[in-house]
């Protein structure tokens, strides 16, 4: 199980760095008025978001799952 929460963590922190990478190429793309590059960055933060949030509900489902297996031993 703590395989599981620890994959599920380390979506959540590649999601996060999918983001800021990201913003940077967005912002690249606005100064230069390169519209690929920018369309490039939205869609990669779009990405990292879900990436994100996908590794952090795994991860909260871990956390309950291991709570619900200890509580059972009782």
Do not use: C, D, P, Y
């Not at 008025?33 to 909260?60: I, P």
């Amino acid at each position: 199980m703590a395989t599981f929460r620890r994959k599920a963590a380390e979506q959540e922190v590649k999601g996060v760095g999918q983001k800021v990478k990201g913003v940077a190429q967005e912002v690249a793309g606005r100064a230069t008025g390169n519209r690929e590059l920018r369309a490039k960055g939205e869609a990669n933060q779009v990405a990292g978001h879900v990436r994100s949030r996908a590794g952090e509900a795994a991860r909260k489902i871990g956390t309950a799952l291991k709570r619900e297996k200890t509580r059972g031993r009782r």
